[in-house]
T-cell receptor, first 114, second 113 residues
Framework: EAQVTQNPRYLITVTGKKLTVTCSQN?????MSWYRQDPGLGLRQIYY???????DKGDVPEGYKVSRKEKRNFPLILESPSPNQTSLYFC?????????????FGEGSRLTVL | KNQVEQSPQSLIILEGKNCTLQ??????????LRWYKQDTGRGPVSLTI?????NTKSNGRYTATLDADTKQSSLHITASQLSDSASYIC????????????FGTGTRLKVLA
């Protein structure tokens, strides 16, 4: 089954404790991206990757890091989480080129930073 | 500035009624426009895709329209069901350089029995 898998789905942590949210897709998509969703603000892009070893900042990259060492994985790293990073996070992937572009989203990771 | 604006922000209708959601965009150059449905706490799922040359497309009870001249799209839901309660997000893909997705903030639809 084609899917985007995020882990963990729920996480409560404390300020400053480094954490990683994993994202994996099994569709051989070139494009992957991370979003955060906050009430009233919609989905905002954190980082995206056009292919392996190619990453770029989205609209709200501060406080986050990413890496794309393999095509299927795109982890989101919070080196020193702060309470303002409490949010619902989504990973998405898509095939690029003609006929592509539909974003396939994971089920989301709800993060609470105390 | 590339922007996507949706209206209304929220909408409450009775089961069986029709409704229309609006999306206006200022994205250029335009590649395509998709409507996504997002159930509470779940990831968005694509409903329809509209390209520059298409002006109407249906997916069951969902019908999307696109007017590329006025840069407006609408999503019409016919004979609404309780399961249509969700947020509907308009996403425009730009073809400028690296492909970029511009998201609307969504319309939250509530269907009441």
């Amino acid at each position: 089954e084609a899917q985007v898998t995020q882990n963990p789905r729920y996480l409560i942590t404390v300020t400053g404790k480094k954490l990683t949210v994993t994202c994996s897709q099994n569709m051989n998509h070139e494009y992957m991206s991370w979003y955060r969703q906050d009430p009233g603000l919609g989905l905002r892009q954190i980082y995206y990757s056009m292919n392996v070893e190619v990453t770029d900042k989205g609209d709200v990259p501060e406080g986050y890091k990413v890496s794309r060492k393999e095509k299927r994985n795109f982890p989101l790293i919070l080196e020193s989480p702060s309470p303002n990073q409490t949010s619902l996070y989504f990973c998405a992937s898509s095939r690029q080129g003609k006929g592509g572009g539909e974003l396939f989203f994971g089920e989301g990771s709800r993060l609470t930073v105390l | 500035k590339n922007q996507v604006e949706q209206s209304p922000q929220s909408l409450i209708i009775l089961e069986g009624k029709n409704c229309t959601l609006q999306c206006n965009y200022t994205v250029s150059p335009f590649s395509n426009l998709r409507w996504y449905k997002q159930d509470t706490g779940r990831g968005p799922v694509s409903l329809t895709i509209m390209t520059f040359s298409e002006n109407t497309k249906s997916n069951g009870r969902y019908t999307a329209t696109l007017d590329a001249d006025t840069k407006q799209s609408s999503l019409h839901i016919t004979a609404s069901q309780l399961s249509d309660s969700a947020s509907y997000i308009c996403v425009v893909r730009s073809s400028s350089g690296t492909y970029k997705y511009i998201f609307g903030t969504g319309t939250r639809l509530k269907v009441l029995a």
